[in-house]
């Protein structure tokens, strides 16, 4: 008998906490590496991430810019770009991404860092928000620390 109440509690705690992550309305966004971990010069910053969205109608990348002196951060810059500025798929409901830029020059293809070369060698971090076509945004998801060089 006991074990038969036990099993009556324990199979929906199982059957619920088993569950697959839905998907939301906003999206949802988590960068997973920035690299070089030192920038100078020409080398081309990659921000790589995975992102879901439930209608698959994701329409741009809101990316923030922040420079640090010590442990405080100073944000420098929020731009905005398009997913075909970004070379990103459309309509889909979820997948990785790698956001490129060039640092500093425009020999590339891709499109130039903002603020950048940075005046002097500076600690870093960027932050991805996404933004869907009814306007709906995303968390925000920062990569960890980088050197930008001057």
């Known amino acids: 008998m006991k074990v038969l ?6 199979i929906p705690f199982v059957t619920f906490s088993c ?3 839905k998907y939301t309305t906003a999206p949802q966004v988590t960068v997973k590496s920035i690299s070089p971990g030192e920038v100078t010069l020409g080398n081309i910053l990659t921000i790589d991430a995975k992102f879901t969205d439930d209608e698959g109608d994701i329409d741009s990348v809101l990316m923030v810019l922040k420079y640090y002196a010590g442990d405080s951060a100073t944000l420098i810059d929020t731009s905005r770009f398009s997913l075909s500025t970004l070379g990103l798929p459309t309509k889909v409901r979820q997948g990785d991404m790698s956001v490129q830029f060039d640092y500093g020059t425009n020999n590339s293809g891709y499109p130039i860092l903002p603020y950048s070369p940075v005046p002097k060698d500076t600690t870093s ?5 996404i933004i869907d076509k009814a306007n ?3 968390n925000y998801s920062e990569s960890g620390k980088i050197r930008l060089k001057s």
């Open 5 to 10: 109440v036990c099993l009556l509690f324990l």
């Open 19 to 21: 569950k697959k992550d």
């Open 136 to 138: 709906h945004r995303s």
């Open 125 to 129: 971090s960027f932050g991805l928000l």
